[in-house]
């Protein structure tokens, strides 16, 4: 028999499942790929993925998979410029066997739905039944943010999430290469992670009393974020900066990075401003409310991994930031579901037996998860879906493309994609080879009114040539 030790050779409970529960285990992480794979799939197949974010990625990684620079033509800078996120040379890897948006789609399913294992082996480890551990996973599974950013294109935030559980896993397991790993990975995927990594250390070393494994984190993630933020990210195009970027997310602490932090020490009453609003009450509502049955106010340690994202959302005055829609919640996953796994082992909690913990997740997934956007949203292009699929077949894998955000990341394998949008209608379009537009259903930041002025102005253009037209989607052509 294996037995599980911590560093000071303290015998650990047995992690391991019994073959049964292991089965059951196994099905419902592949059930859960599967079916977040699906979804994904059918909205980008619907034409319901966006170029940001989905055709920014998607261009970066193919470009960086031909050996090309990777500078998004749609943001306009490299790919490292925003956020650093190192993590996508490694995924260019999966583009060289074959070009294609869904091998990032099968990636963000598999680690968003895998984070179950190391949530398994975490509440076998604080001595939690099968059952509940099984639950836990469940409950993971069913948590609404799991399937919403599923469906909001593709982040590398996702990959950090069974990473920060792998690598809280191995601390305590006393796995010194298994936590570098798990940590080196969430650092490579986005720059602010390395904020959280920091605080996780900071965790570890505090209440888990794994002094060296918290020291390595902290030093690591501060590195990280400083190495990204002062060398990699400037280098790449300091314009770019992300810092400087979403700076205007949280204008009323200041019109500068440094005056943000000062204004944040020596000014407490615009912290407070901007903590205690109605908007972060119903966030964090939002929040905590599928896990509730298994939260204590005694048992919230596990959350201080999460106060670097959590105070940037609840800081932050874009609401995208404050619901279970988009990728900004993400890193608090793992550290809440900790907080679960503490409450459980101490015996606590509102509910505790596998039956009420499914129950629950089951209710809170039906009540706040977007699968409802398939018929209410999704469905409602399906009048032009003919015409979008034939326009595209007509437009060649090389030559520099303008089109609409829907439409967008159906052609990013090129150096030079761009919008037509809001802003945009009076740009310079000469070198543009094709232009594909859909006045019915503009998509992101366009409207009817927009697309029809681009086809007035197309057809009255004589470098242009109408190529096709139905159910008002148009391709022009300009030959070389």
């Excluded at 205690?276 to 905590?288: P, Q």
Aim: charged share 10%; aromatic share 12%.
């Amino acid at each position: 028999m294996i037995k599980f030790t911590d560093g000071a050779g303290k015998v650990l409970p047995d992690p391991l499942l019994k073959p049964a529960q292991w089965q059951v285990l196994t099905w419902m992480i592949g059930g859960a790929v599967t079916l977040l794979l699906f979804c994904s799939s059918l909205r980008h197949a619907l034409y319901q993925s966006t170029a940001w974010d989905l055709g920014i990625f998607d261009q970066a990684v193919y470009l960086i998979s031909q050996g090309l620079p990777p500078i998004s033509s749609l943001m306009g800078f490299h790919i490292l410029a925003d956020h650093a996120a190192v993590i996508f040379y490694p995924l260019a890897l999966l583009y060289k066997l074959y070009p294609d948006v869904h091998w990032l789609l099968l990636v963000q399913a598999i680690a968003l739905s895998l984070g179950a294992l190391p949530l398994v082996y975490l509440a076998r480890l604080s001595g939690l039944s099968e059952k509940q551990a099984i639950a836990i996973a469940a409950a993971y599974l069913l948590y609404p943010l799991i399937f919403n950013v599923n469906l909001f294109d593709f982040h590398s935030d996702v990959i950090a999430v069974p990473a920060l559980l792998w690598a809280v896993l191995s601390a305590r397991l006393h796995r010194w290469v298994g936590f570098c790993l798990a940590t080196l990975l969430v650092l490579s995927c986005k720059t602010p992670l390395g904020l959280t990594v920091m605080a996780m250390g900071l965790w570890l070393l505090l209440f888990e009393k794994r002094r060296w494994q918290g020291a390595i984190a902290i030093i690591l993630g501060l590195a990280w974020f400083l190495v990204a933020t002062r060398f990699i990210i400037p280098h790449f195009g300091a314009e770019a900066a992300p810092l400087t970027r979403h700076l205007g997310r949280y204008s009323y602490l200041g019109t500068s990075f440094s005056d943000v932090v000062v204004n944040l020490l020596l000014k407490p009453w615009l912290l407070l401003g901007g903590l205690f609003t109605f908007d972060n009450l119903e966030y964090l509502v939002l929040l905590f409310l599928p896990v509730l049955w298994g939260l204590s106010w005694f048992t919230l340690t596990p959350l201080i991994g999460a106060i670097p994202p959590l105070m940037m959302n609840l800081l932050s005055t874009v609401q995208l930031q404050k619901d279970l829609i988009h990728q900004y919640s993400l890193p608090i996953l793992p550290f809440l579901f900790l907080a679960v796994i503490l409450t459980l082992a101490q015996g606590k909690g509102w509910i505790q037996n596998q039956r009420g913990i499914i129950i629950w997740s089951l209710i809170g997934f039906l009540l706040l998860s977007k699968f409802g956007y398939f018929a209410v949203r999704y469905m409602q292009v399906l009048d032009t879906w003919q015409a979008t699929r034939e326009a595209i077949a007509q437009v060649p894998a090389t030559g520099n493309v303008l089109t609409t955000a829907w439409i967008a990341p159906h052609l990013t394998h090129r150096p030079t994609i761009n919008l037509a949008i809001e802003g945009t209608e009076t740009s310079d379009i000469s070198h543009f080879n094709y232009v594909l537009l859909n006045v019915r259903h503009p998509g992101w930041r366009s409207s009817p009114d927009i697309q029809k002025r681009f086809v007035e102005r197309l057809q009255k253009d004589p470098r242009f040539k109408q190529q096709y037209q139905r159910d008002d989607v148009y391709l022009f052509v300009q030959p070389s």
